[in-house]
């Protein structure tokens, strides 16, 4: 089980086994900025596809898109100034390029004591909860704030389908009590996270926490969906081997239809050659009838010529006996 306040050398580490336990339906970035972030190349590494990248400074925000759109698809890049959770409309761009944003020098400069306000302006930015918006609403998400922010603006409706949660938070004294580190930890709890993992940022001054929403049940779940894993499995197998004997006595009817079917053929075969053999003697037998019948009738033919012929001859001899004498016979 995953156990509080680990010190890993890189959160994508963790993010690699939570993913395996909370496999994510969209991944939200904040605070992108020109690319790259370290979250960015764990979410291009893993071949993620539901990727919403979210970038308040328009020049970080056509460096994000130059980097990484045509290296990916299915990710969808914003150009939108999001809530950190404090009142103040105001967006500061500070000497400190990578954290200008609605919090103001003045409140940084315990982190970095030479952090200066170069310019401000009025800006309109996006709730926190709307973000989803951007993306499926059903899924559960992870959302990753790569910004400083009040724990104002961790709220049910901001992390009502959050599973993952990751947040930069400032380790030093003199902050705003909605930035101190108790006062965080006390709020992510309230909400149903805990902390998996803590690992420093930048000079150790800031860290990035991942946050997991119900660990404990999230492993009894792992659990129960093992054991029913295991169940479903042992059902399978069961299944395989009724279809396996199945196969087996439809095998055995297959070889047995096959000796009926040679059996069959060998009689078919015989009774094919018997039939031949008969033709071939009934026809012998007409022509040796026709034959003999053609014997006999030349037989009959000849003997009626010579009856004909012995009768001719003893007509043609009683005929001239009977005739009388001449007379020079008599004298």
Known sequence: MLQKNINIDSSAVCLSLLHEIFPPGTVYIVGAGSGNSKFIHWAHAKSLTDVVLIEGVEKKYQQLK?????????????NIVVS?????????????TSESGLIPASLLCHI????????????????????????????????????????????????????????????????????????????????????????????????????????NNA??????ECRQAETDLIKVKDECQILKNKTKALEAKVLELEKVETHLKSLID????NKQKERIEREELFIFKVNDLEERVCSLLQEQKNFIKQTTNALGQHITKSLPRDNGSRE
Do not use: H
């Not at 998400?141 to 400083?148: E, K, P, R």
């Not at 492993?219 to 129960?224: G, I, K, M, S």
């Open 66 to 78: 130059g980097q990484w759109c045509s290296r990916v698809q299915g990710w969808q890049f914003e």
């Open 84 to 96: 950190n959770g404090f009142a103040d409309n105001i967006f500061y761009n500070l000497s400190l």
């Open 112 to 215: 970095w004591p030479k952090i200066t306000t170069l310019s401000s302006k009025e800006c309109n930015f996006l709730p926190l909860q709307d973000v989803y918006a951007l993306g499926d609403q059903e899924k559960k998400s992870w959302l990753i704030l790569d910004y400083f922010i009040s724990v104002k603006l961790l709220n049910a409706d901001a992390l009502r389908n959050v599973n993952v949660l990751v947040i930069r938070v400032p380790c030093c004294e003199g902050l705003p009590e909605e930035m101190n580190v108790n006062v965080v930890v006390s709020a992510i709890t309230d909400f149903g996270f805990k902390i998996a993992a803590k690992e420093p940022n930048r000079d150790n001054k800031n860290e990035y926490w991942v946050c997991v929403r119900d660990v």
């Open 219 to 224: 492993f009894v779940t792992l659990a129960e």
């Open 270 to 273: 015989t009774e094919r050659k």
